[in-house]
Antibody, heavy 118, light 107 residues
């Protein structure tokens, strides 16, 4: 059974930093492309970043480029998202998601809540 | 960036009725379009990919159609467990983008 378990969320002040983790199991993590997607309270889904299986291809939307960094450790079946210069509008549930086939998301974690507030 | 627009924002449907949800892209995404279902407090679940292919385990009452800029998700006979929010997502171009969602509620 595929399992994706996010952690690292919590309360952070504006301008602060946070590093999220996603522990993967039940599938071949080292051959899977992975992504982060977030959802602000009561809002829709926003794609944040993509990393290919070997970390050779990485993509971000302009809205987070330069502030967020995606990475992975295939030896530890783990995905990460480092977030800097956090703002109130970064408050959201952050999901890790596995790419299935092309660039759509076949499996999702349960999410971790990040709250940016003073 | 490709903008995805879903309509209507809210759809009120009686159980057993048909629901038709629309997703429009402001430029062609070919058939690289996925649909997700999200229930309160849960992560999204993949329903449809490649515009019309059902994901594993998805009931046949869910069907997708369209290509280019116009797409439709049809739920042929709504069951109680189908009341949820539905999102479309294009994966033809970076950045990947989602529509704003359609909430299917009980009439």
């Amino acid at each position: 059974e595929v399992q994706l378990v996010e952690s690292g969320g919590g309360l952070v002040q504006p301008g602060g930093s946070l590093k999220l983790s996603c522990a993967a199991s039940g599938f071949s993590f080292s051959t899977s492309d992975m992504n982060w997607v977030r959802q602000a309270p009561g809002k829709g889904l926003q794609w944040l970043s993509h990393i290919s299986s070997s970390s050779t291809n990485i993509h971000y939307p302009d809205s987070v480029k330069g502030r967020f960094t995606i990475s992975r450790d295939n030896a530890k079946n783990s995905l990460f998202l480092e977030m800097n210069s956090l703002r109130a509008d970064d408050t959201a549930i952050y999901y890790c998601a596995r790419v299935a086939g092309w660039l759509y998301f076949g499996d999702w974690g349960q999410g971790t809540l990040v709250t940016v507030t003073s | 960036e490709i903008v995805m627009t879903q309509s209507p924002a809210t759809l009120s449907v009686s159980p057993g009725e048909r629901a038709t949800l629309s997703c429009r892209a402001d430029q062609s995404v070919s058939s690289k379009l996925a649909w997700y279902q999200q229930k309160p407090g849960q992560a999204p679940r993949l329903l449809i990919y490649a515009a019309s292919a059902r994901a594993t385990g998805i009931p046949a009452r869910f069907s997708g159609s369209g290509s280019g800029t116009e797409f439709t998700l049809t739920i042929s006979s709504l069951q109680s467990e189908d009341f949820a929010v539905y999102y479309c997502q294009q994966y033809n171009n970076w950045p990947l983008t989602f529509g704003g969602g359609t909430k299917v509620e009980i009439k």
